[in-house]
């Protein structure tokens, strides 16, 4: 019989290592949180240091995922509890509703065509991207069905001209429901998908092994750093990664949020999150790796797209560690990227043209300067999934000082937890880039792979 | 047999046919040659509607199938198996694009996105017509592993590859395993004795029954494929045999030694980072009381980029020196530090608790060492940028942090397994983000400081990859590969090899100019690069041959030609771009008809000259945006042959401003409408 092997997480990470363990005849139960797989990487309009674009590459490993006899897909699921030896744990999975029948949706996107109420779409954030409450995450989602939030339920979107008509009946007593616009579309098309009654469902498996892929978040800076939150044009490099985007809400138009207009002069701050303020401790205590990268390929795609732009980066110690990696600097400094060692002292915004001015130490020349730009970026480095504390509690497995998940022994023991048969790859170890997670995830397997079957 | 195709038209609940008029296609298709029945459905993909395609196809013993309906990304395989649920070979059907690439991008013209949907269709029949049976290939793979390289690397995947039960030929240059670590002292950031991890590792070796350790041995020879490796070995001008199903190259790294850079080779107390280890390790590094260690030198310039492992390096030595000498002086003159993640802590502690000095230096690298004639005294002289002034000591020893390059053995090695490696002698994996430890070529694996520099982690985490990507096909048996693969005609041949060359995965073994080269099928991954660059038109890819193809055109082109544009889309970025535009719903001119092919290198100037000889209005060829090819650079080898088309064109008159090329990422449906745009206003076209 052939043996089993859950993998937490559905990033490029856990994407790879359930690939890698279904081809070598394992069972694979995938479980991602989300109601689609793709993690981090499908947020991402290029990957470094060759400006590929992110979801053309990783898309297609996503439909391989989906094809794939031996890959069970648990989307929108969460690990409740897991108990076990090495040799057999028994988990518990709660299915999340999606208020969707999966095996009626066709994925027409007719609901979403009749939901009339818009939202600030989670990934877009500041930059102004919508969607409606009957949606997919992006159009590449795998699983390709919809979803729909649950505020839609109990008629409470109504005000909002969700429903036609009232109703009071509490819609998991129901089964049916006459009003709602999307499951009425959902009807005209002859599907009937839409059921707001729609409950949690609890899935019991039994696997030989588990594989913790549950990847890495990107730190959200606090209101007022460096303006963040409190002046128009300052944002994430996550948000200018989707405003990059030619699937994003601006179409890949470089763009202010506070006027539309294009954006010509643009800074990259750097180790945004390892400030030491009032005393406390650094937000993030250790370096993220893979900003340093992701600001040069977003400088390089800038100018590339507009050659009047002009770029700056604001940095301390360029990580250009890895293959390709400072030949790609090399060619941004090329195109005309100016690259300033330094960390702003202060940011000010002039009210009228909301544009700022950064007041920074330029350590070359030993000189304070204040540079006037249109666009602000932070690089903000890299922190643990929030679902690290669960997954520790829930698996009994340690976590580092930094809230990652600790492996027991890098050189002797590779990927193995404190637990046996519980193993750790990709941004869940710590900050990484694409290649490294895809590497230790195909690691990860194989040990995973030749401990079940000794 | 006579061929009687079925064509079955979705109407996607109102997606297409609250757009298209379904019925008035279905009508069309039925009068089309070669259609011996037609008909439409609610949705088509309906676990109803498949058993009723199936009844079909028995009914009306039916050995075509066109699908119109929405889009191959998704629904191809639905389709394919339900042929072959109905005794049909699946690489009898054809499947046309008539939600993405009518219904929901021509919503405001019904009438014309009607008559594109019969286009669509006719095109789709036309090349059904001519579709043959294809089938799934596949190799066998036996269970032994050749692994070149007894380093770390190759030790670590040796062990693991032995562990899953297969055969490992491990083979070393040197007369003793252990690499690049047998000249190491201790591993950062572990504080491990390098000489304990190799004879750890040794020892577990010697004892595994499924290793063979083959020391001061080269690869002379390999010849074969995945499954089928018959590899020659050279052990001191012996040479010996044996066979092979797949193969890790783990060939390590050595260190450039920096000639007439910082004063090395004039001064004996100037040594490299290694050779500190070696004195370390061997204990003979004598007393020293004022130490620099310059890191950068020969890397991170013009040449080379970052070593990866060099801070690591550096912060661990030191520690080593004040720890056998606490008095010692030690300063690090450092441009950027590269040190991540946890690794953090281990050096700013090593810095905080050994009182090691940092000095930064600018980028320019400019530091002076010189001998101050006081029996091989060194001064040394920079310019600390953080401090904002010069910086002068005189230390006892300097060590130089210098960049690292492949082995030697790496340009034999680059031919023998026809690989590709970088100016420093590193491999090239097939792609640096979700492949880093493949070769292109199927059956080749690489892992650890072949592919760049690599600390001891990031060594045993892809050895341990490798030892997987190796051991899946060893375990499952065989590699199968998808029938759409090259055919060589070989009395159209001329055995000039270049269909060889142009290969990127080693799929096409050519042994001279006497004989027709071969397609090892297993290895084809059906671009068709080679079939559009062969300059007899010998070269054919099953379920996209040149015959199919041209049909297409014809039956595209057969009324109102002037009116339309024939698009040839790569089925990955280009028609997600497609798509994409189709999912956002975003309008686009009628005018263009788009046919499909697996990459933009299948595109053959015959196809475009052919659409121009028929009087089309334009011609659009579309592929991934560069660098991101998923034929590695069929896109590139496509732009050029478009290039060279115009040239030859241009010389006999011909009018090339129809000719247009984009190149998308999967994102770009905006990219693509604008372009299609353009296109109908700059040829002035409109219905």
């Known amino acids: ?454 | 047999m006579n061929v009687r195709v079925g064509v079955f038209v979705c109407n996607c609940g109102t997606n297409i046919g609250g757009v298209v008029n379904v019925a008035d296609v279905v009508e069309y298709a039925s009068q089309l040659d070669g259609v011996a029945f037609a008909e439409e459905g609610k949705w088509i993909c309906s676990v109803d509607y498949l058993s009723k395609i199936k009844e079909s196809i028995a009914e009306h013993k039916l050995n075509r199938v066109v699908v119109a309906c929405c889009t191959p990304r998704t629904h191809e395989p639905t389709f394919k198996s339900t042929i072959k649920e109905a005794g049909l070979n699946p690489y009898l059907l054809e499947f046309v694009s008539i939600r993405e690439q009518s219904s929901w991008v021509h919503k405001s013209n019904p009438k014309l996105a009607t008559e594109k949907a019969k286009d669509l269709v006719k095109m789709g029949v036309a090349k059904a017509i001519l579709l043959e049976p294809g089938e799934d290939i596949r190799i066998s793979v036996g269970k032994n592993c050749l692994i070149i390289g007894g380093g770390l690397a190759g030790m670590t995947a040796a062990l693991a590859v032995a562990d899953q039960g297969f055969k490992v030929d491990l083979i070393e240059k040197n007369s003793k395993l252990g690499g690049i670590l047998n000249k190491l002292d201790t591993l950062a950031p572990f504080d491990i004795d390098a000489g304990e991890i190799v004879n750890d590792k040794i020892g577990k070796i010697t004892k595994h029954d499924n290793i063979k350790v083959h020391t001061n041995t080269e690869l002379e020879d390999v010849k074969g494929h995945i499954g089928n490796y018959k590899v020659k070995l050279g052990n001191n001008g012996n040479t010996e045999e044996l066979e092979a199903s797949t193969i890790i190259a783990a060939t390590g790294m050595n260190e450039i030694e920096p000639q007439g850079l910082i004063g090395y080779g004039k001064f004996p107390n100037i040594i490299t980072q290694l050779q500190l280890d070696e004195k370390l390790r061997s204990k003979s590094l004598g007393k020293v009381k004022n130490v620099a260690i310059i890191n950068c030198v020969n890397s991170r310039n013009e040449e080379r980029g970052c070593c990866n492992i060099g801070c690591l390096v550096a912060i661990k030595n030191a520690v080593t020196i004040k720890e056998l000498n606490k008095d010692a002086k030690v300063h690090i003159f450092y441009r950027d530090i590269n040190i991540e993640g946890e690794d953090v802590n281990y050096f700013k502690e090593a810095v905080r608790k050994y009182d090691i000095k940092l000095i930064r230096y600018p980028d320019d690298g400019k530091i002076e060492v010189f001998g101050n004639g006081k029996n091989g005294a060194l001064t040394l002289k920079t310019y600390d940028i953080l401090i904002g002034k010069e910086f002068k000591i005189n230390p006892d020893l300097v060590v130089l942090t210098t960049g690292f390059q492949g082995d030697s053995t790496v340009e034999k090695l680059r031919g023998l397994l026809k690989v590709s490696a970088n100016p420093d002698g590193f491999f090239q994996e097939a792609h640096i983000k979700l492949r880093p430890l493949d070769f292109a070529n199927d059956g080749i694996y690489l892992c650890g400081c072949a592919r760049n520099p690599k600390s001891i982690r990031e060594t045993i985490e892809e050895s341990l990859g490798a030892a997987m990507r190796a051991g899946i096909p060893m375990k499952k048996g065989y590699v199968e590969a998808e029938g759409i693969v090259a055919d060589i005609n070989k009395e159209l041949c001329n055995s000039c090899g270049l269909c060889a060359k142009t290969c990127e995965f080693g799929a096409i073994e050519f042994v001279d100019k006497t004989q027709p080269p071969n397609v090892i099928k297993a290895l084809c991954k059906g671009c068709g690069t080679c079939a559009a660059e062969c300059p007899n038109d010998a070269i054919d890819i099953v379920h996209y041959t040149n015959e199919q193809i041209l049909a297409q055109v014809d039956a595209a082109l057969e009324e109102r030609p002037e009116t339309k544009i024939i698009a040839f889309c790569c089925h990955w970025c280009a028609l997600g771009a497609v798509d994409i535009a189709g999912v956002s719903r975003f309008e686009y001119p009628t005018n263009i008809q788009i046919i499909r092919v697996m990459c933009s290198g299948r595109v053959d100037a015959k196809f475009i000259e052919r659409a121009l000889e028929l009087n089309a209005a334009g011609v659009l060829v579309a592929g991934c945006e560069f660098p991101t090819c998923h034929y590695i650079n069929g896109n590139d080898k496509c732009k050029d042959r478009i290039e060279r088309l115009k040239k030859k064109l241009s010389k006999k008159n011909i009018d090339t401003s129809k000719i247009w090329d984009v190149w998308l990422s999967a994102a770009d449906g905006p990219k693509f409408v604008a372009t299609v745009k353009n296109m109908v206003e700059e040829l002035k076209l409109g219905r």
């Open chain 1, 1 to 454: 019989m052939s043996k089993s092997v859950l993998i937490i997480g559905g990033g490029i990470a856990g994407i790879e290592a359930a690939l890698n363990l279904a081809d070598y005849d394992f069972q694979v139960y995938l479980v991602d949180n989300f109601p689609t797989i793709g993690g981090l990487m499908a947020r991402l309009d290029k990957t470094f240091p060759t400006n590929d674009c992110s979801i053309c590459i990783e898309a297609p490993k996503m439909y391989e995922v989906q094809k794939n006899p031996n890959i069970h897909l648990l989307t929108n699921c969460e690990i409740r509890r897991v108990n076990g030896t090495e040799d057999v744990f028994k988990v518990r999975i709660v299915k999340k509703p999606r208020f969707v029948d999966e095996e009626k949706c066709k994925g027409c996107g007719k609901c979403t065509e009749a939901c009339p109420v818009s939202v600030p779409d989670e990934i877009d954030n500041k930059i102004g991207g919508l969607r409606k409450l009957a949606y997919i995450p992006f159009p590449q989602a795998v699983p390709n069905y919809y979803l729909i939030h649950p505020d839609c339920r109990y008629g409470k979107m109504k005000d909002e001209g969700a429903c036609i008509g009232d109703c009071i009946i509490d819609c998991i007593q129901c089964r049916e429901c006459p009003i709602a616009l999307c499951v009425k579309a959902c009807k005209d098309e002859g599907g009937d998908a839409v059921m707001l009654w729609q409950r949690e469902e609890l899935l019991d498996l039994e696997v030989n092994s588990i594989i913790v892929a549950s990847g890495i978040e990107s730190f959200e800076p606090p209101r007022g750093l460096y303006g963040y939150d409190v002046y128009d044009n300052v944002i994430t490099n996550l948000q200018y990664e989707r405003l990059m985007n030619a699937g994003g809400p601006t179409q890949g138009e470089i763009v202010r949020p506070s006027d539309g207009a294009h954006a010509r002069r643009i800074a990259w701050v750097q180790c945004v999150g390892r400030e030491k303020r009032e005393g406390k401790p650094e937000p993030i205590p250790y370096c993220s790796k893979v900003c340093c990268m992701i600001a040069t390929k977003q400088t390089i795609v800038t100018l590339e797209h507009g050659a009047d732009a002009k770029a700056y980066v604001l940095h301390n110690h360029l990580q250009t560690y890895g293959k390709g990696f400072y030949e790609f600097y090399r060619r941004a400094k090329e195109l005309g990227v100016r690259y300033l060692k330094g960390k702003p002292s202060d940011v000010f915004e002039n009210p009228k043209t909301k544009n700022l001015t950064i007041r920074f130490e330029d350590l070359d020349k030993g000189e304070v300067e204040d540079l006037e730009i249109d666009l602000l970026v932070l690089s903000t480095g890299l922190i643990p999934g929030n679902s690290n504390k669960r997954l520790s509690k829930i698996l009994k497995i340690e976590l580092n000082e930094h809230g990652f998940i600790k492996e027991k022994d890098p050189v002797n023991a590779p990927f193995e937890t404190n637990v046996k048969g519980i193993y750790v790859c990709g941004g869940a170890t710590g900050p990484i880039d694409i290649s490294e997670s895809v590497s230790q995830a195909i690691g990860a397997s194989m040990k995973a792979a030749i401990e079940v079957s000794r």
